[in-house]
């Protein structure tokens, strides 16, 4: 960043300087991922009974809004640039921006297999992507002002970089967003989630379903099944069943099932089981 700045203020490059900024939130990034991941590791409390798994997408989505904040100044600045060109040093551009290159790069590798797993790291991971790209462009730019000298050049260089940002943010702000709203998890549909539950053995209907994430790739489901009026050790062989269909199928492993009896209701199925008693069950 440092480097950039300093390059971008001698060679009058809004391009540099923009990347500059981009790469300060990717320091930030970088410091919000270390601490969410640090914060999602730290066990369960008396107070935070879920423990501090959403620590890290908190900080994801921290991290996409300061990305589109970011853009929003970067668009504005390639705006009055547009319209008071300024001439740039190519050259200078070109071997800051493939040193740039190579240290994103670097640390896209280095976060490569977290990302996969954690929408925290995956978070900082596009920061370091759109700041690599960033850069590809600024090379591209300053070959083109060297061989045209059109200096619009680099303010549109640093337009495309404000998108870029806004379009790699996109993407986490939804998905943090979605987890911190409790909404259906990413990759999981309720239909296919209620139906692989019906089909279960002993289970006659189910209902009042709902699906969330505790973290980024932790998974819970609250539900009510109706079954037989059985004894308790019977629903204990249906309750692992379902237990055993949610991991395998959908990577849902923290369970809350209230089993319902069929011959104690005396009422229809869409009464939910307010008007009789119900057998509670975890996981």
């Given at each position: 960043?440092?480097?950039?700045?300093?390059?971008?203020?001698?060679?009058?490059?809004?391009?540099?300087?923009?990347?500059?900024?981009?790469?300060?939130?990717?320091?930030?990034?970088?410091?919000?991922?270390?601490?969410?991941?640090?914060?999602?590791?730290?066990?369960?409390?008396?107070?935070?009974?879920?423990?501090?798994?959403?620590?890290?997408?908190?900080?994801?989505?921290?991290?996409?809004?300061?990305?589109?904040?970011?853009?929003?100044?970067?668009?504005?600045?390639?705006?009055?640039?547009?319209?008071?060109?300024?001439?740039?040093?190519?050259?200078?551009?070109?071997?800051?921006?493939?040193?740039?290159?190579?240290?994103?790069?670097?640390?896209?590798?280095?976060?490569?297999?977290?990302?996969?797993?954690?929408?925290?790291?995956?978070?900082?991971?596009?920061?370091?992507?759109?700041?690599?790209?960033?850069?590809?462009?600024?090379?591209?730019?300053?070959?083109?002002?060297?061989?045209?000298?059109?200096?619009?050049?680099?303010?549109?260089?640093?337009?495309?970089?404000?998108?870029?940002?806004?379009?790699t943010a996109w993407d986490i702000i939804q998905e943090s967003l979605n987890i911190?709203?409790?909404?259906?998890?990413?990759?999981?549909?309720?239909?296919?989630?209620?139906?692989?539950?019906?089909?279960?053995?002993?289970?006659?209907?189910?209902?009042?379903?709902?699906?969330?994430?505790?973290?980024?790739?932790?998974?819970?489901?609250?539900c009510h099944v109706l079954i037989e009026d059985v004894p308790p050790s019977e629903?204990?062989?249906?309750?692992?069943?379902?237990?055993?269909?949610?991991?395998?199928?959908?990577?849902?492993?923290?369970?809350?099932?209230?089993?319902?009896?069929?011959?104690?209701?005396?009422?229809?199925?869409?009464?939910?089981?307010?008007?009789?008693?119900?057998?509670?069950?975890?996981?």
């Open positions: 960043m440092v480097v950039e700045i300093a390059a971008g203020l001698h060679a009058r490059s809004l391009a540099l300087l923009s990347d500059a900024g981009h790469n300060f939130t990717d320091g930030l990034a970088l410091l919000l991922a270390w601490l969410g991941v640090y914060y999602e590791h730290k066990p369960p409390n008396e107070i935070k009974t879920y423990g501090y798994q959403r620590a890290g997408v908190l900080a994801a989505f921290v991290n996409a809004l300061s990305l589109v904040l970011l853009a929003g100044y970067i668009l504005w600045q390639s705006y009055q640039r547009w319209w008071h060109p300024e001439k740039v040093g190519e050259t200078t551009m070109l071997v800051v921006a493939c040193f740039g290159l190579l240290v994103n790069v670097s640390i896209m590798w280095g976060l490569g297999s977290g990302r996969k797993f954690d929408l925290n790291v995956r978070g900082a991971w596009v920061h370091m992507m759109g700041d690599a790209l960033g850069s590809v462009a600024i090379i591209g730019g300053a070959i083109v002002i060297h061989y045209t000298g059109w200096q619009r050049t680099d303010s549109l260089l640093s337009a495309l970089i404000g998108v870029l940002i806004v379009w911190l709203l409790e909404g259906l998890p990413r990759g999981i549909e309720l239909g296919d989630v209620m139906a692989a539950m019906r089909k279960t053995e002993d289970v006659i209907d189910v209902h009042d379903v709902h699906i969330w994430s505790l973290g980024s790739s932790t998974h819970a489901l609250s629903s204990e062989t249906v309750l692992r069943r379902l237990n055993e269909v949610l991991a395998e199928r959908f990577d849902i492993r923290h369970t809350t099932v209230q089993f319902e009896h069929a011959k104690c209701s005396g009422c229809p199925i869409e009464n939910h089981g307010h008007e009789h008693p119900a057998h509670h069950a975890g996981e």
